[in-house]
């Protein structure tokens, strides 16, 4: 009998998408489970209240509720570190660790340990993300050497909203963004309905879509030596080493 594996995922509270999506993944792998604690996220903006809502100290007090389930890994399925800085996330993970004994990801880190990985220099993104909050991540990026070649968000701040954005709009967005020419594309939020989208955009365009649902399980599996490759049909991103 295979060992149990658990993932301990920390979640927006108003998020929909990312649990469905997550298991549905993880169900390739029946000997992997995944486990959730949300802390409070409802709105996404530069306004001090919304960047208050990822406070460290609200993140930790979820992640320790989540120790109590002894998971092997504990990631942060959120992108908050696009537009608050990438190191934020590297000093959550640390913290983490600390505080409860077990290692630590994210959705970000992993996304750009993909994009090293395959040396990644033009970027797509789709968002559901304002204006504001798109061109910090847009600027994060191009302060890693990595170019956003083109770009679709879609001017929504409640957290919840994210989630009722339609499959079939992102698939358009995805198309159009895809004119440019990128290397990757990522539908960079994790409410978004995207992630089972990857195999088929994958089948009929010449680039790889990065959700960072999947980053989030990829980087989790990695953290824990589980192979990603075993999960088929959610994209190239899972065949990646």
Known sequence: MQKVIR?????????????PLTN????????VHAHFARFRVTNISLSDQALGQFDDSNIL????????????VITWSGTSAGWMGFEKDISLCERITARTGIPASTAVLALNELLALKQIKRLGIVSPYTD???QKIVRQYAAANIEVVSEVHHDISVNYDFALVEPETIEK???TVSQAQPEA????????????????FEQKRP???????STTVWGALRKVGVDPSEIKGWGKLFSWA
């Open 7 to 19: 993932i301990g995922v920390l979640t927006p509270s108003s998020n929909t998408a990312l649990e």
């Open 132 to 134: 504001d909050v798109q």
């Open 185 to 200: 594309i990522v539908t960079y939020c994790t409410n978004l309905r995207a992630a089972h989208l990857a195999d088929r």
């Open 61 to 72: 007090a979820a992640a320790e509720m989540l120790a109590d389930a002894k998971p092997d």
């Open 207 to 213: 680039v790889v879509l990065l959700d960072t649902v």
């Open 24 to 31: 549905a993944i993880l169900s390739e792998l029946p000997n």
């Open 173 to 175: 967005d995805l198309d």
